[in-house]
């Protein structure tokens, strides 16, 4: 008799200590707002998330959709995030190095001293991206929408910029150091102040664009490049004018 009371008391404490937890947890995710089950490969849709210093690396985020997310000091290194959506995010001093982002939305994001050398974002939509202060080394934006970007003082050594669109961006006082802008539309693009040691412009077209105050532009390459009446150039060089753009 004893036994079959202690049993079933013991049963009972069971179930009550179960219930308390369940409550518990349907508690605690009550207190948190746009809860987020993360995982590697994860894909999903969440509008002005906090992302503040997730450690993201190396997972496969490809085709989320995260518009004004804030993604402030993340890490994203060697992330997979193909044809990802990060237009209006805030991203000041994340660090984006080796990952891979063609295709990617970044319109009008802040990447203010973001770390993104080495990354790819080759034809990615990124008009209006703050990128001042940024490390863009060895960066791939081949084709990418850069229009009226923002990459003041930023340092891209040897990124490459290939067929891009620059048009209105501002890289004054950059260091571009052995960049490449071949075939890249920069109409009223602002290099006034930058380095633009050993970068190559061939084919570049460059009608409104200001290049006064450029350091290195005697090494540059404008073979095939053209501007306009309004290319504001440093003394001893010309360029052709455009014939339509």
């Known amino acids: 008799m004893n036994r079959i009371m202690i049993t079933r008391f013991?049963?009972?404490?069971?179930?009550?200590?179960?219930?308390?937890?369940?409550?518990?947890h349907l508690s605690y995710a009550q207190e948190i707002p746009n809860r987020i089950s993360w995982s590697p490969s994860y894909s999903g849709s969440c509008t002005d998330c906090s992302l503040v210093g997730q450690n993201m690396s190396g997972w496969d985020i490809s085709d989320v959709n995260y518009?004004?997310?804030?993604?402030?000091?993340?890490?994203?290194?060697?992330?997979?995030?193909?044809?990802?959506?990060?237009s209006g995010?805030?991203?000041?001093?994340?660090?984006?190095?080796?990952?891979?982002?063609?295709?990617?939305?970044?319109?009008?994001?802040?990447?203010?001293?973001?770390?993104?050398?080495?990354?790819?974002?080759?034809?990615?939509?990124?008009?209006?991206?703050?990128?001042?202060?940024?490390?863009?080394?060895?960066?791939?934006?081949?084709?990418?929408i850069l229009t009226d970007a923002q990459m003041q003082s930023g340092i891209a050594h040897n990124a490459d910029f290939s067929a891009a669109t620059l048009s209105g961006a501002r890289l004054m006082a950059a260091d571009l150091t052995g960049s490449?802008?071949?075939?890249?539309?920069?109409?009223?693009?602002?290099?006034?102040?930058?380095?633009?040691?050993?970068?190559?412009?061939?084919?570049?077209?460059?009608?409104?664009?200001?290049?006064?105050g450029a350091i290195g532009v005697e090494t540059?390459?404008?073979?095939?490049?053209?501007?306009?009446?309004?290319t504001r150039l440093p003394d001893g060089l010309t360029l052709p004018e455009c014939v339509a753009f």
């Open 10 to 24: 013991g049963m009972r404490s069971l179930a009550i200590l179960g219930t308390a937890l369940a409550a518990t």
């Open 220 to 230: 540059a390459d404008f073979e095939g490049a053209c501007g306009s009446v309004g």
């Open 67 to 86: 518009p004004g997310a804030d993604l402030t000091a993340a890490n994203l290194q060697r992330v997979q995030g193909h044809d990802a959506n990060f």
């Open 89 to 144: 995010a805030q991203a000041a001093g994340a660090d984006l190095r080796l990952g891979d982002f063609t295709g990617a939305s970044f319109e009008d994001a802040t990447l203010v001293r973001a770390r993104v050398g080495h990354a790819t974002f080759n034809s990615a939509k990124m008009s209006g991206v703050v990128l001042t202060g940024a490390t863009m080394e060895d960066g791939k934006f081949i084709g990418a």
């Open 180 to 212: 490449v802008f071949d075939n890249a539309v920069l109409i009223d693009t602002n290099f006034a102040d930058a380095n633009l040691t050993n970068v190559s412009f061939r084919d570049a077209r460059l009608p409104g664009a200001n290049l006064e």
